[in-house]
């Protein structure tokens, strides 16, 4: 257990960005670029963050940079899932079992249900996906740029769509799903590029996470991660899939920092 409450934080370490939690009621929370840890460490001390709980992908790779501190490390998966059913017993309650989908730099998908939790499976589609392939389709070299690019544009003149083959609907199939991305590409403007990936990125974590949430009975799926930050495209890309898979799909508030909140929780028991 680590002392000095009002000096912890939680510290998610993502391979694109870094999330911060600390205090309560309510969390203060800050999202920093990964690739600049001297502005974590910064943002650390200026706000007298001396006692660090570290979880991610980089909790281990990067702990070095917090010898300065007081820091242990804890499981990226545990921390997830620990502030997800924080987030969610302030937010309605959970409804076990549930499948927690953290779309980082890739994706993992969790059952969590009243006993722990346990890696399902994953994929290597994520946040750092949109921020790599969108980069090289946009120009742009900083995600919130890509994001918001992709938000202003347009895939139907970049996928091929129910509708571009069968000139309309099909039963129970309607003509604005994607018949195969990419398979257009009519539009060579960057923000319709940005647009296509980005949708294809939510349909192959959301099919994945439904298929996943039925092979273990989930009663849900929540998505939770830093990819979901300011990105309300591709939250109703997934929320879309989902619901076409027959699936619940769900998400919280402060969603993106269910690692760095989970890690700070644990810090503060």
């Known amino acids: 257990m680590l002392d000095s409450r009002h000096s912890t934080a939680g510290i998610d370490l993502g391979g694109c960005?870094?999330?911060?939690?600390?205090?309560?009621?309510p969390f203060q929370l800050a999202t920093l670029p990964s690739n600049n840890l001297d502005a974590v460490i910064a943002y650390l001390k200026v706000h007298n963050l001396?006692?660090?709980?570290?979880?991610?992908?980089?909790?281990?790779?990067?702990?070095?940079?917090?010898?300065?501190f007081h820091a242990v490390t804890t499981g990226e998966f545990d921390a997830s899932a620990r502030g997800a059913n924080y987030l969610l017993d302030h937010q309605g309650g959970a409804v076990y079992p549930y499948m927690l989908v953290s779309i980082g730099t890739g994706t993992s998908m969790l059952k969590v249900d009243r006993s722990g939790?346990?890696?399902?499976?994953?994929?290597?589609?994520?946040?750092?996906?949109?921020?790599?392939?969108?980069?090289v389709l946009t120009g742009q070299d900083?995600?919130?740029?890509?994001i918001g690019m992709a938000a202003s544009g347009d895939r139907s003149g970049v996928d091929t769509l129910v509708?571009?083959?069968?000139?309309?609907?099909?039963?129970?199939?309607?003509?604005?799903?994607?018949?195969?991305?990419?398979?257009?590409?009519?539009?060579?403007?960057?923000?319709?590029?940005?647009?296509?990936?980005l949708q294809m990125v939510g349909e192959v974590i959301a099919v994945i996470a439904s298929l996943a949430a039925k092979n273990v009975s989930a009663q849900?799926?929540?998505?939770?991660?830093?990819?979901?930050?300011?990105?309300?495209?591709?939250?109703?890309?997934?929320?879309?899939?989902?619901?076409?898979?027959?699936?619940?799909?769900?998400?919280?508030?402060?969603?993106?920092?269910?690692?760095?909140?989970?890690?700070?929780?644990e810090g503060e028991s």
């Open 17 to 25: 960005l870094t999330k911060i939690a600390y205090g309560h009621d």
């Open 50 to 68: 001396s006692h660090l709980v570290l979880t991610g992908g980089g909790s281990v790779k990067q702990r070095a940079a917090f010898a300065e």
């Open 117 to 135: 939790v346990q890696r399902v499976t994953g994929t290597g589609v994520g946040g750092g996906t949109l921020l790599g392939l969108g980069a």
């Open 142 to 146: 900083t995600y919130d740029k890509i």
């Open 163 to 197: 509708r571009d083959i069968y000139d309309g609907d099909l039963p129970g199939l309607g003509g604005d799903v994607t018949a195969a991305n990419f398979g257009k590409v009519a539009s060579r403007q960057p923000k319709d590029l940005g647009r296509a990936a």
């Open 220 to 265: 849900e799926v929540l998505y939770v991660g830093g990819a979901l930050r300011d990105n309300p495209v591709l939250m109703d890309v997934l929320k879309s899939i989902t619901l076409f898979m027959n699936q619940h799909p769900r998400f919280v508030k402060h969603g993106e920092y269910a690692g760095a909140i989970g890690a700070l929780l």
